[in-house]
């Protein structure tokens, strides 16, 4: 497959019936610019996570990146920590993801252990991690295996280990949710996006993303056994959260 990257335009037409939304090649190749123009920070909160890890993870600590997609989360720490400081697993269930990511990795930084499975992050053996990044990923799980795998990655950390946890959300008020909302179809438009884009999409994500509010965030992990977690960023409608574990 091409390494190329494309502008996202796959809901600029109208479609007859708008197919749930999947991470098919169609998505693989317009992702960078799909993500960067409808995660709001999605930038800022790569960039956080090598300063994150350069406080938090022991020299040499294995890292875990759950739904990986292309591996930005990967290519952000390699862009800023040494080839030794940490060793990368990168896990995704779209074959065309994986393939892509891995190709990424050899291609960019060849000096580094960055390694990629295919694999559903649900049923994953998982080893020892100093750090686990989930970034906008528990979002695409049934809401119904979202406390058994976060348990799992709680066992799966070290001591003193820590959890990135980045999802979009949704307010518990109504008034509330539907004001971030709207605004965030307005930052979607200010990026380029179309009133039919965004409301194909929409219909797309319909019960394929099914957001949790910050609190029901806060809760799972409490749930999974992290003592602590605290909400490190918020831009409208989408947040990113650091749990940690016992040292
Ligand atoms: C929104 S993307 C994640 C973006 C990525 N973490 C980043 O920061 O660029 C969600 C990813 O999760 C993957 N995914 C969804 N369910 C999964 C599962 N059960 N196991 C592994 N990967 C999964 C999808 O294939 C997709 O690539
Ligand atoms: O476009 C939207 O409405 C989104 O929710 C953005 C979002 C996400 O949050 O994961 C949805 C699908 C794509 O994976 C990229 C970003």
């Known amino acids: 497959m091409s390494n190329a990257s494309y502008r996202d335009a796959i809901f600029s037409t109208p479609l007859d019936r708008v197919a749930r939304f999947s991470f098919d090649e169609q998505v693989v190749a317009c992702f ?5 123009r409808s995660v709001p920070g ?35 720490l390699a862009g800023a920590l040494e080839p030794d400081a940490f060793r990368y697993t990168g896990v995704d269930l779209s074959p065309a993801m994986a393939e892509r990511a891995r190709q990424t990795f050899s291609d960019e930084c060849p000096d580094y252990a960055m390694r990629v499975e295919e694999a559903d992050i649900r049923v994953l053996d998982y080893s020892p991690s100093g750090m686990i990044i989930l970034n906008f990923t528990l979002q695409f799980l049934p809401p119904a295996d979202r406390d058994a795998l976060l348990k799992r990655l709680y066992d799966a950390l070290e001591p003193g280990g820590v959890l990135i946890l980045s ?3 949704i307010d518990a008020d ?12 307005d930052f979607k438009r200010a990026n380029g996006y179309s009133d039919l884009e965004i409301s194909q999409k929409r219909t797309a994500l319909e019960n394929v993303l099914i957001p949790d509010t910050l609190d029901a965030l806060h809760e799972r992990l409490q749930q999974a056994g992290f003592p602590r977690s605290v909400t490190w960023f918020q831009y409208l409608n989408f947040a990113s959260v650091i749990a940690f574990k016992e040292a």
């Open 32 to 36: 960078p610019d799909m993500i960067r």
């Open 174 to 185: 109504e008034q509330d949710n539907a004001w971030r909302v709207e605004r965030y179809h």
């Open 42 to 76: 999605y930038g800022q909160i790569l960039g956080m996570l090598s300063l994150i890890a350069q406080r938090h993870l022991r020299h040499g600590a294995h890292v875990y990146d759950l739904g990986c997609s292309l591996g930005a989360s990967g290519l952000a």
């Open 167 to 169: 999802e979009k959300t």
